[in-house]
């Protein structure tokens, strides 16, 4: 069975950071691009950056700059490092898993950005 749970959301003030992590069972992780995705309230699911399995990386250009997407294959895990994070950051991020046509995601986790 594919599980992926995301942590380290919270509640972070403007210009903070957080780092956001997806631990994976059920999948042979090291084959597996691995995605972070975002949704605002009132709006569509976007992508906000992504780590090939080789380690090559994507991201939203919103975030670019601000975010660095890691991965660590001996522990099935997937990283988000936000900095400067700003109000418009906040959302619900959810972990996304694909292996061709297999595509799994995790429960997602609140990040909200206020003073």
């Known amino acids: 069975q594919v599980q992926l749970v995301e942590h380290g959301g919270g509640l972070v003030q403007p210009g903070g950071s957080l780092r956001l992590s997806c631990a994976t069972s059920?999948?042979?992780?090291?084959?597996?691009?691995m995605g972070w995705y975002r949704q605002a309230p009132g709006k569509q699911r976007e992508f906000v950056a992504d780590?090939?399995?080789?380690?090559?990386?994507y991201y939203a250009d919103s975030v670019k700059g601000r975010s660095t997407i890691s991965r660590d294959n001996a522990k099935n895990t997937v990283y988000l490092q936000m900095y400067s994070l700003k109000p418009e950051d906040t959302a619900v991020y959810y972990c996304?898993?694909?292996?061709?046509?297999?595509?799994?995601w995790g429960q997602g986790t609140q990040v909200t950005v206020s003073s």
């Open positions: 996304k898993a694909v292996w061709g046509v297999s595509v799994s």
């Open positions: 059920g999948i042979i992780f090291s084959n597996y691009a």
């Open positions: 780590i090939s399995s080789g380690g090559r990386t």
